[in-house]
């Protein structure tokens, strides 16, 4: 028994113990590791809240914006029903460029139109009023009732439109 007691004793005394030194340095290193994660994880944090202004900022303006798109469709259905004696008048030349101006404004916002007549019906960015009876292949946009838009590649009004049988 005595042989056995003196083997356990010399392997623990063979097993160094951590110094002060090392402690301190293993926990140091903990701290460091914890402070990197910390920042890290707060800089993630920056960047999300970043992102959610920006978006909540676009999509804040959305709703005003959705108050100025039936000046658009009033536009386009004006210009349509023009009668020939005045089409070349500068006055109807004028709105015209009322009407290019509040496009390009629409523009730099990052509004787009909905791409409509001849294109095929997509559920995702038109809104089917009717169906009529076509010469176009089923599916196919024959006419556009509103306009739809996008902002920055979202719908946010879908176009209505009639579609071919």
Sequence with gaps: MKKAKDTDQEQEQSIDP??????????AEEYLNGWKRAKADYINFKKEQEQKQ????????????????????????????VPGEI???DW??????????????LKSLGI???????????????????EVESDQEKGIIVEELTTGFRLNGRVIQPAKVKVSK
């Design 54 to 81: 920006k978006e909540l900022i676009e999509f804040a303006n959305a709703g005003m914006l959705l108050d100025i798109f039936p000046l658009v469709d009033q536009f386009k259905q004006a210009m349509k029903h």
């Design 18 to 27: 951590p110094t002060k030194l090392e402690i301190a340095q293993n926990q």
């Design 92 to 105: 109807l030349i004028g709105v015209g460029h009322i009407q290019s101006n509040l496009s390009n404004i």
């Design 112 to 130: 787009e139109e909905v791409e409509t007549v001849g294109a095929q019906f997509d559920p995702e960015i038109h809104d089917a009023v009717e």
């Design 87 to 89: 089409k070349k008048s």
